[in-house]
């Protein structure tokens, strides 16, 4: 049992930093296209 939840948190993790890279990386991308106008 304990096997388990310590991957299901471990994917947890990883799916927040996936999801942290994606938003930072869209406002990396948003900034840049507004500073092309």
């Known amino acids: 049992m304990g096997g388990d939840t310590s ?3 471990y ?3 990883l799916f927040l930093v ?3 890279d994606f938003i930072f ?3 990396k991308f948003l900034v840049v296209d507004i500073q092309k106008f």
């Open 18 to 20: 996936y999801l942290l």
């Open 7 to 9: 991957i299901m948190f």
């Open 11 to 13: 994917l947890w993790v």
């Open 25 to 27: 990386g869209l406002e």
